[in-house]
């Protein structure tokens, strides 16, 4: 029988281990933001503007490394001033487009690794998020 909540077995308020609550809230917070991330960052490198920015920045390369060995390099702008003046241009990025995630696929994720139903990762990732706000 449980502490509270009532007399048949079971019943009442589930007990939180504190130890898996805060495993598996910190797994799926850092899964999470790593997908997050990524798909940021394809989303960023499909935009036009960074695809020329990447060709700039290989036509600097090229013209860096075209010394042999040895030999002093020159400033890049030096080398290929158009290609920096452009790369200044459009390099302008403050931050990464937002991309929204779902936390199906993450929950599913954590629960295989842990063995445990989607449902309890849901409520350990909420109740890790509701810890952290509380003493943060």
């Known amino acids: 029988m449980s502490k509270h909540g009532g007399r048949r077995s079971g019943a009442g308020r589930r007990v939180i281990i504190r130890r898996p609550m805060l495993t598996i809230g910190v ?3 850092e899964e999470f933001a790593r997908r997050g991330e990524a798909a940021a960052e394809a ?3 499909s935009l036009s503007k960074t695809k020329k920015f990447r060709e700039l920045q290989a ?3 090229k013209a860096n490394n075209r010394f042999a060995i040895g030999e002093r390099r020159q ?3 030096k080398i290929a001033p158009i290609s ?3 790369m200044e241009k ?3 990025r403050s931050r990464l487009p937002a991309v929204r995630i779902s936390r199906r ?3 599913a994720e954590k629960a295989a690794q842990f063995g445990v139903s989607t449902g309890t990762v849901d409520r350990y990732w909420k ?3 509701a810890w952290l706000k509380k003493s943060g």
Do not use: P, S
Request: glycine letters at 0%; one cysteine or more; proline letters at 0%.
């Open 75 to 77: 400033a890049t702008w």
């Open 84 to 86: 920096v003046a452009a």
């Open 90 to 92: 459009t390099d302008r």
């Open 59 to 61: 036509k600097v390369t």
């Open 127 to 129: 109740l890790y998020r």
């Open 105 to 107: 696929a993450v929950l």
């Open 43 to 45: 989303r960023y490198e």
């Open 27 to 29: 797994a799926c917070e």
